[in-house]
């Protein structure tokens, strides 16, 4: 059982440390960097969990009397066999390489483990999720009952998500004075990595426009600026927050009644339909990137690799008839 945080460096250089001292002290590092500014709340708690995670694994294994790269590659191959998806390993890995990047500058251990070794590679460069098609949209956004107050609720989330391609967390970070009219309704947005409210998505389809005042109609809270655009209708939870686990299952209900049963399709996949849409119609890519909000045009290629591979394979041009 390990005692002690000690990172061998390749010339035999070692120094330990006490583990839990040290993870505290970056963890109150990370601190005062949310108070200054420097980095988000939701990205110090996802680098802690990940190092917890990894630490509490260390100390369950006899095999390893320092952390090396050797440790690190096991841990991640422990989590691929327990059905762990790359993109779950490389997020609790980011934690790892953080705090060692941070220990060897600011507390001078004598070398970090993470600098030889890489996250899980993603087994194929296709998407996990599928996008729905056009008709499944439809469907799906006829689902909910809109003589209920849920109802409008539901519609006006799915229009939100289909026709801005609006994240998961985006809708549930939203709040009712993110919501902006000057002649396009407007909802800005606290994008991944952002604390403000900064990105704007345009509900610009009559459909969504339509939807998200028929909402406001009736929200408990309506209102109030600092309200949750999204909140709860029940009497334990009437205008608080929603969860991210509950919007999915109101738009995965919706999935259900409009027949979409496949497993590939979740909540994103109305994001994924945004994008494909807007491809199929000759959208320009970087007019594509303000709706989307990706960074980087590679990303939005591999849409468009998508799209194009679906819609015209190679294989179709296939012809062996001349005999030659």
């Known amino acids: 059982m390990a005692t002690e945080l000690t990172v061998k460096a390749p010339r035999g250089l070692a120094r330990g440390f006490a583990p839990d001292v040290l993870i505290g002290e970056w963890r109150a590092d990370m601190q005062e960097r949310v108070d200054a500014g420097e980095l988000s709340p939701n990205t110090a708690t996802t680098y802690a969990r990940g190092m917890t995670k990894f630490w509490t694994w260390y100390k369950s294994q006899d095999t390893y009397t320092s952390v090396g790269p050797r440790a690190i590659r096991s841990w991640i191959a422990s989590m691929r066999r327990d059905g762990r998806k790359p993109a779950g390993v490389n997020v609790l890995y980011a934690g790892v390489r953080a705090f060692f990047a941070w220990a060897v500058a600011e507390r001078g251990l004598a070398y970090n483990p993470t600098l030889t070794t890489r996250g899980a590679k993603r087994t194929s460069r296709r998407h996990k999720r599928d996008p729905l098609s056009d008709a499944e949209v439809i469907r799906v956004l006829a689902q909910p009952d ?179």
């Not at 539901?154 to 939100?160: H, T």
């Not at 998505?201 to 309506?222: K, N, T």
């Not at 591999?302 to 194009?308: F, G, L, M, W």
């Not at 015209?312 to 062996?320: C, I, Q, S």
Request: glycine share 8%.
């Open 146 to 324: 809109t003589t209920s107050d849920a109802g409008k609720r539901a519609r006006a989330m799915l229009c939100l998500m289909a026709y801005t391609g609006a994240r998961t967390i985006e809708v549930q970070r939203a709040r009712v004075g993110d919501l902006r009219s000057n002649g396009k309704l407007k909802l800005y947005v606290r994008g991944k990595g952002h604390e403000d409210a900064d990105e704007a998505l345009y509900l610009v389809h009559p459909d969504a426009v339509g939807a998200m005042y028929d909402w406001l109609a009736v929200h408990p809270r309506g209102g109030d600026p600092d309200a949750p655009l999204f909140c709860g209708l029940g009497n334990r939870n009437k205008g608080g927050a929603l969860t991210t686990c509950w919007i999915r299952r109101i738009v995965k209900d919706s999935y259900r009644r409009a027949g979409v049963r496949d497993p590939r399709k979740t909540t994103h996949s109305l994001r994924h339909a945004l994008v494909t849409n807007l491809i199929r119609h000759k959208v320009p890519p970087t007019k594509i990137m303000t709706v989307t909000r990706h960074k980087s045009l590679d990303t939005l290629l591999a849409y468009a690799h998508e799209v194009d591979r679906d819609d015209d394979p190679a294989e179709g041009y296939v012809d062996y008839s001349n005999g030659k």
